[in-house]
């Protein structure tokens, strides 16, 4: 087996055949055929949790700590027996968002805060590099193990051959090539990858098989059943106490601690959510994984225990623990079976460091590297028209970084910690994620400021209590780290205020986790979550109503502006096809048909969120989309009465989706009509009121004249004078008020033709010159030579001239009292000025005046004759052809009013 | 001793007419435009009774209403509001603010005075 060549062949041959079943899944599944819409594939996926700290490490624990190896498996058991919902919430959750990672989900949750989706991919790949490290140091060892063969070597100093010929460096190069083949052969909308699950699935099956393998070889081949290992082993009073806990408080706590710490891991790796929640085609999967993934873990771990300790009784001291699995084959000249065990372990690492790669670099590149590429204007993206090839790209360039900073790590610090240390520091780092992902799953009042200083002071803690620790033990930073900054007890990294007596683990994440869950609430609890991140809390927590994100798009955006959006991520082609199965959906034959309204604004952004992440395809539809302030109450309410029914298969999500649209327009329009009627009702109050006025006196007088036949003739005269004035006055208010109900409905006729203004003014000065001399009101003219022409109804301008003048004369003061009327012509319009010198207007007067039924003159002691209606009539007229009419007035300086209308096209003012 | 009406109303004619009726019943009549001078006219005229139009400048007849309400030298004065504004919701504010009795306009002029008459007890 000394040839390293067959190893090498033996690995590509097994890469070759993982590529083989992807790329027929995935074919499958371009077929419509899934093969992994199957509940089986899904809970074998699951098994990607088990690593090569499993299948190496796992024994290496045993061997230390007898059964303390358990917790990291009971946790997982726990959460899938007992937390299964939780899950089945987030998968729920995360499907109608379209969720494409961890970040995402959290950025999502907190109102799509690019800033929270950047830290937690930051933590992320701080937290969870080392345990990539760990995969490529287990697979370097391994095969150095084996090619060294039938000597019993340790790999004890890696660090020390030179690179190039550091196996490890080419594990992580061909696992770099490997994955960017894997997962980045398109973008997917859902950011979903078939073929890497299945061949996920079979790798769980491989690793299982393998290590099957050498625990029945080890069981009933070196030694006679399980019942003569333990036999021999109880004769050895070294080996005699791993069969049993130790019995101290601090031993249980620890227990404990392990155990609720793969409870959060499990769910919160990245590469655990990518498979359990991103990756699955269908929730009902969920029911098979809560027995099969824990049947599973119970079966990889039943041979743990006696390798462990046919390994401490065949090797003396000196071989690592963490090997045994395959030096014990070795020993016994079992290559082949040794053989098996290396791609048992190498399908472990490789299904880890895929899965788990291709998780972070869609975390990185959506919520870390293309936030700040589209925010930085000089390289012009926001004007690219395709940014698919981009995001493919970036996403590329991630997973050979990740894998090379696992690698430098490697080199690093890879011989600093046993690989169970480095394990847990990894499941310590992502247990920060706990509070944010299920405070938001529960509690509607978490806020965007209460994540982000969660995690931000959960990171710091356990960075401080267990990364910067595992630093200084490598000797990168001095020893007197330890004792604490200067040399102050208290702050000593592992036993924080005083704290002792438990791990180093158990110590860091109690303390880690306090400061996270206590700023989380604190910093919420300062403020009441704002529109937006109610309505993402409502999504979440609410029991998973599909689709209530399209209320935020209170407005809509045409397929014109969204197309080529989504084009410019998703790839041209793909993003049509996108938009023709949605217009499809809804029964429309062409895209360009598509209604311009929030139903389409949504699915462009789920669509978008798919390939760039919620919280960037938020910014992107917002600068095409003007956000509507959403109304909570109305979001509220209809998550109230739609949230009982839970559309389950994709058309009957489709259809809710577009009826919860339907049902905020017809919501809209019933409050429009709503105010409408009010206004209609106010009018028509109004409008009886102006009636009933004069019909009084009508009325009154009338009733007295015909009652008292005795009224002497003057008084008489004097009557029936009041009475006929009165009559007019009505009959001019209901002409007034159908010509203004007929101008704006739009039904009033027009007759337009080229009118010289000058003419209409100064015939309407004459029809009131009469007028003006009796009231004693002198009347001057300003007006050009050859008069200006503008576009217009001339009865219509005259109109509004008899109206502007009979104003003037009926407020200025009898006998003193001056009107002037002028005509200029300034670039391209005519401006009318009618200017008194009356009492003028108060400023908070001037708007009302052109109001219904509004009239000025209340400082006055008699009320002005007037029906209040033609100022609002005059200044319909004069929008009507494109002008307006306002006033200018100081209070005691009298006022001018003013209208503009644009000067006819070629018929301009001759001078 | 002849009863005192005091008319508040900002339509002309409408006064004209209500002045008319309560001095052919023999009563001493005084007239006002708005709100205010309404008050003004209440402490120096110190009418029996008063006909107040709601819709008027300054004060409007709810404003007036009140305000004579509130005065317990007032507490005899009996006030009659007229309205052009005959909906359920404003007649019963008017009775609410404490008038005796609200007619709508356009009113019978036989009936209001027969009213007036009956409510002085002449």
């Not at chain 1, 624990?61 to 990291?72: D, M, S």
């Not at chain 1, 390798?307 to 065949?314: F, R």
């Not at chain 1, 992107?620 to 979001?635: H, K, R, T, W």
């Not at chain 2, 007849?61 to 404003?90: F, S």
Request: charged fraction near 20%; include cysteine; aromatic fraction near 8%.
């Amino acid at each position: 087996m000394a040839q390293g060549w067959i190893l090498v062949l033996a690995s590509l041959l097994y890469l070759g055949i993982l590529f083989a079943i992807a790329y027929w899944a995935d074919r499958r599944s371009d077929a419509g055929r899934s093969v992994i819409d199957h509940p089986t594939v899904y809970a074998l996926s699951l098994g990607v949790y088990c690593t090569t700290w499993t299948f190496y490490g796992s024994v290496g624990r045993a061997a230390a700590t007898g059964i303390g190896f358990l917790p990291i498996y009971l946790g997982p058991t726990l959460m899938f027996a007992l937390g299964w919902f939780v899950l089945r919430k987030i998968v729920r959750v995360a499907k109608a968002n379209r969720i494409t990672s961890i970040a995402d989900f959290v950025a999502s949750r907190y109102g799509k805060s690019q800033l929270l989706g950047g830290l937690v991919t930051v933590i992320a790949v701080v937290g969870v590099i080392p345990y990539i490290a760990l995969q490529l140091k287990a697979v370097s060892n391994s095969f150095t193990i084996l090619a060294s063969s039938p000597d019993l070597v340790m790999p004890a100093r890696a660090a020390a051959a030179p690179m190039l010929q550091d196996s490890a460096f080419y594990v992580a190069i061909v696992l770099a090539a490997f994955t960017i083949l894997f997962g980045t052969r398109h973008l997917d909308a859902t950011e979903r990858h078939e073929g890497m699950v299945a061949a996920i699935a079979f790798e769980s099956v491989v690793k299982l098989l393998a290590f099957f393998a050498v625990g029945l070889y080890v069981t009933y081949g070196v030694f006679d059943g399980f019942g003569d290992i333990f036999g021999r082993a109880a004769e050895i009073p070294r080996l005699a106490k791993l069969a049993v806990a130790r019995d101290t408080a601090a031993a249980y706590g620890s227990w404990a601690a392990l155990t609720f710490l793969s409870m959060l891991s499990v769910m919160l790796l990245p590469r655990q959510f990518q498979i359990a929640v991103v990756e699955n085609v269908n929730e009902s999967h969920v029911a098979r994984s809560v027995w099969l993934f824990p049947l599973y873990l119970l079966l990889i771990n039943v041979f743990v225990l006696p390798i462990a300790v046919g390994g401490l009784m065949q090797f003396p001291e000196g071989v690592d623990a963490d090997t045994f699995v395959l030096t014990l084959p070795l020993a016994k000249g079992q290559e082949a079976i040794a053989l098996l065990v290396f791609i048992g372990g190498l399908s472990a690492a490789t299904g880890m460091v895929i899965v788990e790669t291709i998780a972070l670099s869609t975390m990185v590149c959506n919520d870390l590297v293309m936030p700040l590429l589209l925010r930085w204007k000089a390289l012009g993206l926001d004007r690219r028209p395709d940014l698919s090839g981009l995001l493919l790209e970036i996403r590329r360039w991630a997973i050979a970084v990740v894998l090379m900073l696992g690698y430098a790590y490697f080199r690093a610090a890879g011989e600093a910690y046993a690989l169970v240390a480095i394990g847990l520091i990894s499941f310590a780092a992502v247990a920060q994620f706990a509070p944010a992902v299920f405070g938001g799953l529960y509690w509607k009042d978490g806020t965007r400021e209460g994540a982000l200083a969660g995690l931000t002071a959960g990171f710091a803690v356990w960075a401080y209590t267990l990364l910067l620790p595992s630093f200084a033990k490598s000797g990168w930073l001095p020893a007197d780290f330890m004792a604490g900054p200067f040399g102050l007890e208290l702050l000593r990294p592992q036993q924080l205020f005083g704290l002792t007596g438990l791990d180093e683990i158990s110590h860091s994440l109690f303390w880690s986790l306090l400061a996270n869950i206590g700023c989380y609430v604190g910093f919420s609890l300062r403020r009441s979550p704002d529109a937006r991140e109610a309505g993402q809390a409502a999504v979440f927590v609410g029991s998973g109503n599909v689709g209530a994100g399209a209320l935020q798009w209170g407005a809509g955006a045409p397929v014109a502006e969204l197309l080529p959006l989504a084009g410019r991520f998703v790839g041209p082609d793909r993003a049509r096809e996108a938009f023709a199965r949605y217009a499809r959906s809804r029964g429309v034959r062409d895209v360009e048909d598509l209604p311009a309204d929030a139903g389409l604004v949504h699915f462009a952004e789920s669509l978008l969120a798919g390939a760039i992440g919620s919280a960037s395809a938020r910014v992107m539809v917002a600068s095409v989309v003007e956000e509507a302030p959403p109304d909570l109450d109305a979001i509220m309410n209809i998550l109230d009465e739609a949230s009982q029914v839970r559309a389950h298969s994709r058309e009957i999500e489709q259809k809710s989706r577009e009826l919860e649209a339907a049902t905020a327009e017809l919501r809209e329009a019933n409050e429009r009509l709503r105010e409408l009627d009010r206004m209609k009702d106010d009018f028509i109050s109004t409008v009886s009121h102006e009636l009933r006025t004069p019909l009084t006196s009508i009325r009154a007088f009338s009733e007295m004249l015909f009652e008292d036949p005795r009224i002497d003739l003057e008084e008489r005269k004097r009557f029936l004078g009041i009475i006929v004035n009165e009559t007019e006055r009505l009959t001019r208010l209901i002409n007034q008020i159908l010509d203004l109900a007929k101008l704006e409905s739009g039904r009033a006729e027009w007759t337009t033709s080229d009118v010289d203004l000058a003419e209409v003014v100064r015939e309407s000065c004459d029809a009131l010159s009469q007028l003006y001399r009796e009231k004693g009101v002198a009347l001057a003219t300003d007006l050009p030579a050859g008069g200006p022409v503008v576009q217009a109804d001339r009865d219509r301008l005259t109109q509004v001239m008899i109206n502007l003048l009979s104003n003037a004369v009926k407020f200025v003061a009898q006998g003193e009292g001056r009107v002037r009327v002028a005509v200029e012509c300034l670039r391209g319009e005519v401006r009318v000025t009618v200017a008194d010198n009356g009492p003028g207007i108060r400023p908070e007067d001037q708007d009302a005046i052109f109001e219904k039924f509004r009239q000025g003159g209340s400082v006055l002691t008699d009320k002005p004759v007037g029906t209040g209606l033609g100022l609002p009539i005059s200044r319909q007229i004069v929008e009507y052809f494109g002008g307006s009419l306002w006033v200018e007035s100081e209070p005691g300086a009298g006022a001018a009013f003013v209208f503009t209308l644009p000067l006819a096209e070629d018929g301009g003012a001759s001078e | 001793m002849t009863k005192k009406v005091l008319i508040v109303d900002d339509e002309p004619n409408i006064v004209i007419s209500l002045e008319y009726l309560m001095k052919k019943e023999g009563f001493e009549v005084a007239v006002a435009g708005d709100g205010e001078a309404a008050l003004q006219k209440v402490a120096s005229f110190a009418p029996d009774l008063v006909l107040l139009d709601v819709m008027m400048p300054k004060k409007s007849g709810y404003e007036v209403c009140a305000a004579l309400r509130g005065d317990p030298a007032q507490a005899a004065t009996k006030i009659i509001m007229l309205t052009a504004k005959g909906r359920d919701t404003e007649v019963a504010k008017g009775l609410a603010m404490g008038a005796d009795a609200y007619v709508t306009k356009p009113f019978s002029t036989k009936d209001l005075v027969a009213q007036v008459k009956a409510m002085l007890g002449a």
